[in-house]
Structure formats: C-alpha cells, structure tokens
C-alpha cells in the first residue's frame, strides 16, 4: 500500500480535541509526555530556530515556543493546526509563535534549505508515510542546518503488540493466521494485508527499521529512546500507581531512565530517535 495524505489528514480533521487529552487524561499518555518532553529539554536551546512538524493541537507546542528563541508550526490537518492556534492564543502564547502552516512533511518548500537548528516531527507521522518514508527523512533534514537537530518520534511495533495482545489475538479471528504473520513480521496495518474497518493504516516501527531508514543519511544518532515503557504494566496497575503521587513520581524517573537503556528500546509504546545532520 502506497501513502496516501487523505487516511492521516481525515483521522486528524475529524478528532475534535482528543488530540488535546491524549498526554494527559491517564498514565499511558503522561509517560509517553514526561519522555517526550526530557528529550525536548535536553536538545532544545534558547537561541534556537525550531519548526515543529505534525504539531496537532499542541501539547508540545506550548512547551517548545518557551524554550526556543522561534517556533515555526506545521500539521497536514487544517483542523489540528486551528486548535493548536486556539490553545496557544488561550495561553497567551501565541505572539511567540513565528508562523503556521498547513502542509505535508513530504512538501516542505515554504522553508528552504537548511532554515532551522532543530526539526521536531514526533508523535507518529513517520508511520503514515509507507512506501514514502525515505523521502520524509530526507525532507526533514534537508530544512534542517548542518549540525542541526532532528527529534523523530514513532509508534513502536514490539511494545504495540505487547500492549494490544488481546486485540491482535481478537483481530486474527477476523483477518486470519496469515494477516496476523504478517502484521508480526513487519508492522504494517494496511488495507491490502490488514484491513482495519478504523482504516488507521501505519507503519509500526522496529529500531532496527529505524537504524536502517538513518543509515541513508548523513547523520550521528545521538540517542535512543523508547517511551511508555511502563505502560505495559496495564491500565490498573498504571491507575493505581497514578493514584499514589510519591510513587508515580519515582516511576515517571525511573520511566526516562529505564526507557535509555538498550534492552528496553523496543518495549515500549513509541521509539524517539535523536539525530545530528553532518
Ligand atoms: C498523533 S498526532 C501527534 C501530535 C503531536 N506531535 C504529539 O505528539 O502529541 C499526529 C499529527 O501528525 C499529523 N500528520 C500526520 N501525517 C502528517 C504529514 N504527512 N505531514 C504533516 N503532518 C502530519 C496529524 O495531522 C496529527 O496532527
């Protein structure tokens, strides 16, 4: 199955602000948010120009723009990009945001070449681009400057299926032993093998995949992380653990430490990969 923009761009026009909710409303959520937000805070420098791509409606945008010295803000969804503009204006940071744009990471001509000093694509866009994901990569970097920072962030397909056991096993009742071979072998749900009636048609990742797709490129992988990986503890003991502050602080700890740890890189919820553009 080849990419087509339509299946991201009408899931994400059509998600009212479940966007919004998704970091917070429970554990999962807010470990995939306290990973994701380190590694913002350890690349991100105050005199940086930083563009923040597949942004949705800003969870990491109300972050960013303060530790930046410009934020420039992109999303394939027009929807997304309006409720990131309300958000920000509602916080009253939305004088420090540069510019909006509604476009395709696979077109980004509105910037030229090397324009920022860090590029912030997470949260899974790299896993609509199917048989488009080189292309991605390389237009991520080239709007990045030499040197210049590229913050990946994808659904991982080992700890996904760890997670969702229950539901692959339920779904092989319906698509069969083969489709469940394959979606196991290379993470891709898509119409032809795996056709979900959602129509959410991904590529989960390995970081072997992702070693691979980077091995292309001119690059230094600086980190590797894995995020959500307590989230396979399951949702109860997640709540429980959430319901205790003095606990869940040291899990949300030891989560960014655990989640550095090379054992662990594919265990979780999503992979982030760090990268330098030589
Ligand atoms: C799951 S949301 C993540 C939002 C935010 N980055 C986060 O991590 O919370 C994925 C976002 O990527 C956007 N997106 C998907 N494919 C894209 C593409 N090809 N180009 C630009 N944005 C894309 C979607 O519209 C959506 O807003």
Redesign the pocket.
């Known amino acids: 199955m080849s990419y087509n923009?339509e299946i991201?761009?009408t899931?994400?026009d059509n998600y009212g602000d479940r966007?919004w909710t998704?970091?917070t409303k429970d554990g999962p959520g807010e470990l995939l948010y306290q990973v994701?937000l380190d590694i913002l805070q350890r690349y991100t420098k105050p005199t940086d120009t930083v563009l923040?791509?597949?942004?949705?409606?800003g969870?990491?945008t109300k972050d960013l723009v303060t530790m930046c010295s410009e934020l420039t803000v992109?999303?394939?969804?027009s929807h997304?990009i309006e409720f990131n503009q309300s958000k920000m204006q509602e916080l009253s940071l939305a004088d420090r945001i540069k510019a909006y744009h509604v476009?395709?990471?696979?077109d980004m001509s509105v910037f030229e070449d090397a324009s920022f000093d860090t590029v912030v694509c997470?949260?899974?866009?790299i896993n609509?681009?199917l048989d488009k994901e080189t292309d991605?990569i390389r237009e991520l970097l080239r709007v990045l400057k030499p040197d210049g920072i590229l913050i990946l962030?994808s659904m991982s397909f080992i700890g996904a299926s760890m997670y969702y056991l229950d539901g692959i096993r339920y779904e092989k009742d319906q698509f069969g032993i083969e489709a469940t071979k394959w979606i196991m072998n290379t993470g891709i749900q898509d119409e032809e093998h795996y056709p979900v009636p959602s129509k959410h048609y991904v590529h989960m990742m390995r970081s072997a995949e992702l070693d691979a797709l980077f091995a292309q490129f001119p690059v230094n992988i600086l980190e590797r992380s894995s995020a959500g990986l307590y989230t396979q503890a399951g949702d109860a003991a997640l709540a429980n653990a959430r319901g205790d502050q003095e606990f869940w602080k040291l899990i949300v700890e030891q989560e960014i430490a655990f989640t550095k740890l090379p054992g662990t890189l594919d265990c979780g919820m999503n992979l982030i990969y760090v990268v330098r553009k030589l």
């Open positions: 923009p991201p761009r899931r994400y966007e998704r970091l994701h923040e791509i597949g942004a949705g409606s969870r990491y992109a999303d394939l969804s997304q476009l395709d990471v696979l997470i949260g899974g866009v609509y681009l991605g962030g």
